[in-house]
């Protein structure tokens, strides 16, 4: 839905004009309120609201769903590892990545000191 130049409305013009712009807005109206010169609130009736929000949940159950498509594609074509596996490789990793971060600069990740050759 597109917006006309009458559906944004600044702040104070929309407090001095609330009840008719509630009406507005119940007739199917959506306006734009702006506080100094940017958007701020929007002024909807409370079904549409209801439906944006229905919408919005069914959106999320259908990348759910979607998910477990795929979930269950992998499975069917053996994309699987085990979870105890996948979780103490996954541990591994980060425990390296926290000792090579931890080491000071200047030592090699066999933990001696490294010298430079001077020319």
Do not use: C, W
């Amino acid at each position: 839905m597109g917006f006309s130049a009458s559906d944004v409305v600044p702040f104070t013009q929309a407090r001095a004009n609330l009840s008719e712009l509630a009406d507005q807005a119940k007739a199917g109206a959506e306006k734009i309120i702006t506080k100094n010169g940017e958007s701020y609130v929007a002024l909807i009736d409370a079904d549409r609201l209801d439906y944006y929000h229905r919408l919005e949940r069914e959106h999320i159950h259908l990348l759910l769903l979607a998910d477990a498509q795929r979930g269950l594609a992998d499975i069917m074509a053996g994309r699987t590892v085990e979870a105890d596996g996948a979780l103490a490789e996954r541990q591994s990793q980060r425990q390296q990545r926290r000792t090579a971060a931890a080491q000071p600069s200047g030592t090699a990740s066999t933990g001696k000191h490294t010298t430079k050759k001077r020319g």
